[in-house]
Each structure stands twice: as structure tokens, then as C-alpha cells.
């Protein structure tokens, strides 16, 4: 499993309206998705690209990870309640969870009807693909490479882990039409087995994709360290406050798309617990107001 580190994003600003954002990029990515699927469909079937009809499956299945991501970053973005204290944030974890393994089955899918044509020989019959074909996959190359600077922009605006591995699927089929353009090239001129072949480096780059995904998923569940470099950054901004002696322990941990952290600092012995106390209070402020992505910091005061 890739190793993952967290990456600060400054959270949107008090005018963006979230809920706009996340309604727009859903409408965008979903009916975006639909259209290019028909098309790319009709293009590979029309102009016997089995290569395209691969690629059109991998559009299909944004259609409804743009749903689940949707859905995920909704319910991420609750309220805490009585049962759970800490938020929902970690929804959005399982919601690309369940986007890696989507992309995971489909890649899997593709790779096996490409694998079973090249081994029965079939593709040596197969047509010549039409132009309409070529045409459909230059056309998704451009959609699809759009769509995830447009999604990307945006998760970075809500800091949405969910909507990132939304842009991050349209850069796979972006790139998996690279394949199926090239597949037809070669097919139409006199290499049929060159569609085939573009099917399985789909394949390849769709699992590539869904194991970072997954990866990070998993890594944003299991409680794991913002990294050295992260906590290297945070401990000499807290050891720079006023009064705060020594830092004893500094633990992070991430929590979804948001940080909480467990410290202990140390400060003269000598002084009041009202004294130790405003030190405490005042690196907390410090910490989460220079740390946007920090949801909370738990803070311990030992006497030097």
C-alpha cells in the first residue's frame, strides 16, 4: 500500500457556498458522464471499436461514482451529534473506499474480455474499426481531461477527499482513452490485435488508480500519522509560542479530510494553573487558526 501523506488544504472560504459547489460538480460530472457514454458506446458498437465500448463501461461507472462521492461528501459534512461526537468526516474515507473498489471491478472486467479475445484469436475476423470511432475516443480524451481539472479545482476549494477521487477517475478514463485512441489507430491500419492490447493497458492503468485510492482510503480510517515532514512544521510552530518551554510528545492523526492532535508541552513549574492554563489556551488558538485542516488539538501541560 502506497504510503500517505497528509497535504494541507486550506478549507473555503466563509462566502463559498459549499452546497452549490457539490450540487454543481455532481450535475457536471453526472450528466457529462451519461453523454459521453452514449456517445462513446454508439461510436465503438458503430464503428467496432471493442477497445471504445471499454472505455464507455469506464465512463458508465463514473456516472455512479460521482453519485456515491455525492453522497459520501453530504453526509461527511454533518453536524456531530449524540452519537458521534467527532463528526462525520471519515464518510468521506469510505466513500472513495467504495470508488476504489468500483474502479478495481471494472478494470478487472475489462482486462478479462480483453484477455479471453486475445487467447480464442477472435480479433483476427474482427472489422476494421470506422472513423467515428477514432473521432469518439479524441473526443473523450478532451472531455474527460477537462472535467478533471474542473472537478479537481473544486475538491480542493470544499477540501473534499471524496470529489478529488472523483477527478482523479476522470483522469483515468482520460488517459484510457489515449489507449483506445491509439487501439483504433492501430486497428484501422491493418493491427486488430492493437485494440485488444489498448483494452488491457486500460485495465492496467484503471487498477493503478483504484489501488492509490483505496490506498489512501484506508490510510485516512487506520488513524495514521500526518507524516514526519507535517509534524516537523507543526512542532516548531508550537515550540516558537510564548512561554511553551519543551514539547514532550506531539502525535497527529488523520481523521477523513481533517487532522486532530495529541501534545504535551512543557512550561515553567513555578507558575499558576490559571498561568499554565492561558499557555495551553493560547497554543490551541495558534495551532487551529494557522492550521485550518487541524479539527482540534488535545493539549497536555507538564511542569518543566
Not at 492501430?186 to 488508480?209: E, H, N, Q, R, T
Not at 510528545?249 to 508541552?265: A, C, H, P, T, W
Request: aromatic content about 8%; proline content about 2%; charged content about 15%.
Amino acid at each position: 500500500m502506497a504510503t500517505t501523506q497528509f497535504v494541507g488544504i486550506n478549507p473555503a472560504p466563509a462566502s463559498i457556498d459549499e452546497n452549490k459547489i457539490i450540487k454543481k460538480l455532481s450535475c457536471v460530472s453526472i450528466l457529462g458522464n451519461i453523454v459521453l457514454t452514449i456517445f462513446k458506446l454508439f461510436a465503438g458498437i458503430w464503428g467496432n471499436s471493442g477497445a471504445l465500448i471499454s472505455d464507455a463501461i469506464h465512463s458508465l461507472s463514473d456516472v455512479f461514482t460521482t453519485i456515491i462521492a455525492w453522497i459520501g461528501v453530504k453526509v461527511a459534512r454533518q453536524d456531530a451529534d449524540a452519537k458521534h461526537h467527532y463528526g462525520h468526516e471519515r464518510h468521506e474515507c469510505v466513500a472513495s473506499l467504495v470508488l476504489g473498489v468500483i474502479l478495481l471491478i471494472t478494470g478487472l472486467g475489462i482486462g478479462k474480455v480483453g484477455i479471453e479475445h486475445i487467447i480464442d484469436g477472435t480479433y483476427a475476423q474482427a472489422k476494421i474499426p470506422a472513423l467515428i470511432a477514432l473521432i469518439a475516443a479524441f473526443v473523450s480524451i478532451v472531455g474527460k481531461e477537462a472535467m478533471y481539472w474542473y472537478t479537481r479545482y473544486y475538491a480542493k476549494i470544499i477540501n473534499s477527499q471524496a470529489f478529488m477521487a472523483d477527478a482523479w477517475h476522470h483522469r483515468a478514463d482520460a488517459i484510457s482513452s489515449i489507449g483506445a485512441l491509439i487501439g483504433v489507430a492501430g486497428a484501422m491500419l491493418g493491427y486488430p490485435i492493437m485494440d485488444l492490447l489498448a483494452s488491457l493497458f486500460i485495465c492496467l492503468f484503471i487498477l493503478k488508480v483504484s489501488y492509490d485510492i483505496v490506498g489512501d482510503a484506508l490510510s485516512k480510517l487506520l488513524d495514521t500519522s500526518c507524516g514526519i515532514d507535517y509534524e516537523k512544521t507543526l512542532y516548531d510552530f508550537i515550540l516558537q509560542q510564548e512561554n511553551v518551554k519543551s514539547i514532550d510528545m506531539l502525535q497527529s492523526r488523520m481523521f477523513g479530510n481533517k487532522v486532530y492532535v495529541d501534545l504535551e508541552i512543557s512550561v515553567n513549574g513555578d507558575i499558576t494553573l490559571h498561568e499554565a492554563h492561558d499557555i495551553a489556551e493560547n497554543v490551541h488558538n495558534k495551532v487551529e487558526q494557522n492550521f485550518p485542516e487541524i479539527k482540534h488539538i488535545m493539549i497536555h501541560v507538564n511542569p518543566v
